[in-house]
C-alpha cells in the first residue's frame, strides 16, 4: 500500500508539472518487414459520468493515467484495445482478448494500480499503469435517478444495486432523464429508509423494504434520495419533458 501511495504521489507530480510520459515510435525492422511497437489504440472505462481521468484523452503514446470516481463507485472496469489485432494484453499479469472488457477491479478507499502490458512474439511490449482512487464523500443530501438491477441483503444490511442516468432539470422544476449508458452502483439502506413504489401520480408507501421488493418495478424509473452514500428514500421518478 505505501508503495502504491508513493507511485500515485508521483504520477500526480509528474503530470501536474506537464511530464506527459509520451514513447517515441520505437518499432523494429526484421527483414523486409517492420513491427510497429505494441500499444494501445483505446482505452475507455465503464464510469464516464463519475469518472474523471488524467489525462482527459487517452493518447497511445503516453502510459500514466489517474482515474477518479465518485465515493458510491464500487466497481471498475476497462476495454483495451491493441493496435495490432494479433497483439496480446494482459490487465494485472491476466490475458484478455483486445477490445474486450476487463474484470471489475473492486473500489475501496484506498488507491489502487492497474497495469495493462501489450505486446508481441517478438519482444516488444509496452505497459500502461492507472491510479485508481475515490473522490472523498462529500456529506451533503444528494438526489439521482435510475432503474433497480438488484435488492438484496449482507450482513443484515440491505443494499440496492442500481443503473442510474442523467438527470437535468428546466424551469420550475421539471426534469428530464438520460440514460445512455448502464452503470451499477451499490448503495446501502439506512434502518430509516422510506420506500415508495406505484407511480409518481398514485404512490404507495411499503410497509418496510420486504414489502417495496416484492412491489416494486424493475423496469420503472425510481428516485433515490441519499444522505453520506446511504440511502434514505426510494420514490417514483418519471420524466416531465
Not at 484523452?57 to 483495451?80: D, E, G, K, Q
Not at 516488444?124 to 472523498?136: A, D, E, I, N, W
Not at 443503473?163 to 428546466?170: A, W
Not at 449508458?181 to 406505484?198: E, H, N, P, R, V
Request: hydrophobic share 35%; net charge neutral; glycine share 6%.
Amino acid at each position: 500500500m505505501f508503495r502504491n501511495c508513493l507511485a500515485l504521489l508521483l504520477a500526480l507530480t509528474l503530470i501536474a508539472f506537464g511530464c506527459s510520459f509520451a514513447l517515441a515510435d520505437d518499432g523494429a525492422v526484421f527483414g523486409d518487414y517492420y513491427y510497429p511497437t505494441p500499444r494501445l489504440s483505446a482505452l475507455t472505462h465503464n464510469c464516464p459520468n463519475t469518472g474523471k481521468m488524467l489525462p482527459e484523452t487517452f493518447n497511445p503514446n503516453v502510459t500514466s493515467y489517474i482515474l477518479t470516481v465518485a465515493s458510491w463507485v464500487s466497481r471498475v472496469s476497462f476495454t483495451p484495445t491493441a493496435n495490432d489485432p494479433n497483439a496480446t494484453i494482459r490487465v494485472n499479469g491476466v490475458a484478455i482478448r483486445s477490445g474486450a472488457e476487463t474484470s471489475y477491479f473492486k473500489m475501496t478507499d484506498h488507491p489502487q494500480q492497474v497495469t495493462i502490458e501489450v505486446s508481441n512474439g517478438i519482444g516488444q511490449s509496452t505497459v500502461y499503469t492507472v491510479f485508481l482512487q475515490r473522490r472523498p464523500s462529500e456529506k451533503r443530501t444528494r438526489v439521482s435517478a435510475g432503474y433497480i438491477t438488484e435488492i438484496y441483503q449482507r450482513s443484515g444490511k440491505w443494499y440496492i444495486n442500481a443503473d442510474l442516468g442523467t438527470v437535468t432539470y428546466g424551469s420550475g422544476n421539471m426534469s428530464t432523464f438520460v440514460n445512455k449508458t448502464k452503470d451499477s452502483y451499490k448503495y446501502a439502506c439506512t434502518d430509516s429508509c422510506i420506500f415508495y413504489f406505484g407511480s409518481m401520480s398514485n404512490p404507495n408507501r411499503a410497509y418496510n423494504i420486504n414489502d417495496f421488493k416484492a412491489n416494486y418495478n424493475a423496469s420503472a424509473l425510481y428516485r433515490f434520495i441519499y444522505i453520506e452514500d446511504e440511502i434514505v428514500a426510494v420514490l417514483p421518478y418519471s420524466a416531465d419533458y
